[in-house]
T-cell receptor, first 108, second 118 residues
């Protein structure tokens, strides 16, 4: 499985967009990029996923570079409740391989 | 909105005892999973289950562990002869379908069971 690299932590001001980067330079053609988040010790929460095209849903947008070697998760208007650990996962197969993720802190 | 539920929320057991963790997946989902997270560490995949059999398992999922779908709604993880290092959050997840090569389905996680082995 392709390995992902994410910053350990990031801060964001409440109401501003949070842009969380992820590098996955060894991704192969059939691997999807998934984003999950985990608030405190709750179960991971699905956010969004994509293969090649940019994706948007009610929670976030996912921007994948043309060469697919990196992606960015965008939370358009971060709130205090978006404070969590965000995981970028490159997936092929049924097992989700979680890394250490990015701890996003949204500040008032 | 349908949710994965897990019981109990917290289980305390003595070393050497057997525990059963229970999960009710989302009703129309066909694939089921168990993950664990030791305090302060990463979420780790244990096993996936489909059509009443294990489809994938990690190196963590050894003979100490077993899974079962005893009826149409429950999905259980049994841990035999628990050890101190089994203390962790155990998360159940389910998905509508599994990895299909040409598409994929997101997994929805339950709130977890905190297992404490003393």
């Amino acid at each position: 499985d392709a390995k992902t690299t994410q910053p350990t932590s990031m801060d964001c001001a409440e109401g501003r967009a949070a842009n969380l980067p992820c590098n996955h330079s060894t991704i192969s053609g059939n691997e999807y990029v998934y984003w999950y988040r985990q608030i405190h010790s709750q179960g991971p929460q699905y956010i969004i996923h994509g293969l090649k095209n940019n994706e948007t849903n009610e929670m976030a947008s996912l921007i994948i570079t043309e060469d697919r070697k990196s992606s960015t998760l965008i939370l358009p208007h971060a709130t205090l409740r978006d404070t969590a650990v965000y995981y970028c996962i490159v997936r092929v197969g049924n097992d989700m391989r979680f890394g250490a993720g990015t701890r996003l802190t949204v500040k008032p | 909105e349908p949710e994965v539920t897990q019981t109990p929320s917290h289980q305390v057991t003595q070393m050497g005892q057997e525990v059963i963790l229970r999960c009710v997946p989302i009703s129309n989902h066909l694939y089921f999973y168990w993950y664990r997270q030791i305090l302060g560490q990463k979420v780790e995949f244990l096993v996936s289950f489909y059509n009443n059999e294990i489809s994938e398992k990690s190196e963590i999922f050894d003979d100490q562990f077993s899974v079962e779908r005893p009826d149409g709604s429950n999905f259980t993880l049994k841990i035999r002869s628990t050890k101190l290092e089994d203390s962790a959050m155990y998360f159940c997840a389910s998905s509508e379908a599994g990895w299909a090569g040409t598409g994929s389905y997101e997994q929805y996680f339950g709130p977890g069971t905190r297992l404490t082995v003393t």
